[in-house]
Antibody, heavy 121, light 107 residues
């Protein structure tokens, strides 16, 4: 069964960092990318960036440049998203999604269940 | 960055109705557009990719069309389980921006 399982919810104080994991199973991890998307309360979906595991290339949305790092560990088939210098605006549900890399491609064919990150003093 | 305009922001329709949601981009993205359904409290689910290719396992009442700058998601014969928020997403070049979302409910 192809699935992505994310780590549990986190509560962080402003200025702290959070690292969310996304463990893949049921497919060849190296053959697909991983994208990260968040949804803040009352807001729509926001694309944060993605990583191509086959080469380790990463691309981040401009607004997160400098405080976002996406990595993968092929030995455990796990992707990670670390966001630093958190503010209350970063309170959101964070999702990982599998990216199918092909001629047409598919930017999110399998999704994790989501990780709620709450930033509060 | 390319701007996304999704409309309407919300709609209410009866069971069995045909529902149409549109997504417009400020520049040509060829056919690099996906549609997602997000039910309350759930993760998003891809319905359509490549503007018109229905993802495996998605009911045949969902269809997508368009290319370039104008795209449409159609739900033929709306069912109660289709109550959700629907999003378009461009993925020709980064950033892979989402539309603002369309909330669909039942009259």
């Amino acid at each position: 069964q192809v699935q992505l399982v994310q780590s549990g919810g986190e509560v962080k104080k402003p200025g702290a960092s959070v690292k969310v994991s996304c463990k893949a199973s049921g497919y060849t991890f190296r053959s697909y990318g991983i994208s990260w998307v968040r949804r803040a309360p009352g807001q729509g979906l926001e694309w944060m960036g993605w990583v191509r595991d086959i080469r380790g290339d990463t691309v981040y949305a401009q607004k997160f440049q400098g405080r976002l790092t996406m990595t993968t560990d092929s030995s455990t088939n796990t992707a990670y998203m670390e966001l630093r210098s958190l503010t209350s605006d970063d309170t959101a549900m964070y999702y990982c999604a599998r990216v199918r890399i092909a001629v047409t491609g598919n930017p999110g064919d399998i999704w994790g269940q989501g990780t709620l990150v709450t930033v509060s003093s | 960055d390319i701007q996304m305009t999704q409309s309407p922001s919300s709609l209410s329709a009866s069971v069995g109705d045909r529902v149409t949601i549109t997504c417009r981009t400020s520049q040509d993205i060829r056919n690099f557009l996906a549609w997602y359904q997000q039910r309350p409290g759930r993760e998003p689910k891809v319905l359509i990719f490549g503007a018109s290719t229905v993802e495996s396992g998605v009911p045949s009442r969902f269809s997508g069309s368009g290319s370039g700058t104008d795209f449409t998601l159609t739900i033929n014969s709306l069912l109660p389980e289709d109550v959700a928020t629907y999003y378009c997403q461009k993925y020709d070049t980064v950033p892979w921006t989402f539309g603002q979302g369309t909330t669909v409910d039942i009259k």
